[in-house]
């Protein structure tokens, strides 16, 4: 069975600062993955997915990720945060056919502080 | 372009009691997913309907259940609720489905008493 782990369940910053937050998954085939962002009193949204091809992704809001197989990793990064980030961030994952639903980890909170 | 409806927004039920929660996907999508989110396990992957069929299954047991009909609507339906039902119960739609990008809507609030 698949398995989504995100490291870090709140993180704080400050506007400007750069953000990484991790995420590593388990699963032995090919992968689809996933950032999704859940901003306060809103609807889960897709930021970003990697299905095959340039492993660098890029999202929108400024927001990338780079899917490192050798690591089974797909860490979400942004060069500079600004207040409006602030919102749950959850990593999903689903085998590369596409044939199952989606894993997702139990999602990271970020507060921006101005 | 209307995103993904879920109704009702809020219910309230009792242990022992069924409930049915309904999703509108937006229009044009033929693949319906269902996602339950509580504090402690996070989401967890429901079920998947495509063109009526139900294409994937969770690791839920048998009291959850869903269908799809011709117009792609969906309703999940939960029997003999649990306290441990009590979660917020999204819906997601996507075109093809099969890992594509999904839509999400606002979720039922289910509390069991």
């Known amino acids: 069975a698949q398995s989504v782990s995100q490291h870090n369940h709140h993180v704080i910053l400050s506007e400007a600062a750069s953000l990484e937050l991790g995420c590593n998954y388990s699963?032995?085939?090919?992968?689809?993955l996933f950032w999704y962002v859940q901003y306060p009193g809103q609807h889960l949204q897709l930021l970003l997915k990697y299905f095959s091809g340039d492993p660098l992704v890029k999202g929108i809001k400024g927001f990338e990720a780079e899917f490192i197989k050798s690591k089974f990793s797909f860490n979400l990064r942004k060069p500079s945060v600004q207040w409006s980030d602030t919102a749950e961030y959850f990593c999903?994952?689903?085998?590369?056919?596409?044939?199952?639903?989606?894993?997702f980890g139990k999602g990271t909170h970020l507060i921006i502080q101005p | 372009k209307a995103g993904v409806t879920q109704t009702p927004r809020y219910l309230i039920k009792t242990r022992g009691q069924q409930v049915t929660l309904s999703c509108s996907p937006i229009?044009?999508?033929?693949?319906v997913s269902w996602y339950q989110q509580t504090p402690g396990q996070g989401l967890q992957f429901l079920f998947e309907y495509f063109s009526e069929t139900q294409r994937n299954k969770g690791n839920f047991p048998g009291r959850f259940s869903g269908r799809q009909f011709s117009n792609s609507r969906s309703e999940m339906n939960v029997s003999t609720l649990e306290l441990g039902d009590s979660a917020l119960y999204l819906c997601?739609?996507?075109?093809?489905?099969?890992?594509?990008?999904?839509?999400f809507g606002s979720g039922t609030q289910l509390s069991v008493l």
């Open positions: 229009s044009g999508h033929r693949s």
């Open positions: 699963y032995g085939g090919t992968v689809n």
């Open positions: 999903a994952v689903n085998s590369g056919g596409g044939a199952d639903g989606l894993t």
């Open positions: 997601a739609s996507g075109g093809t489905g099969s890992g594509e990008k999904l839509f």
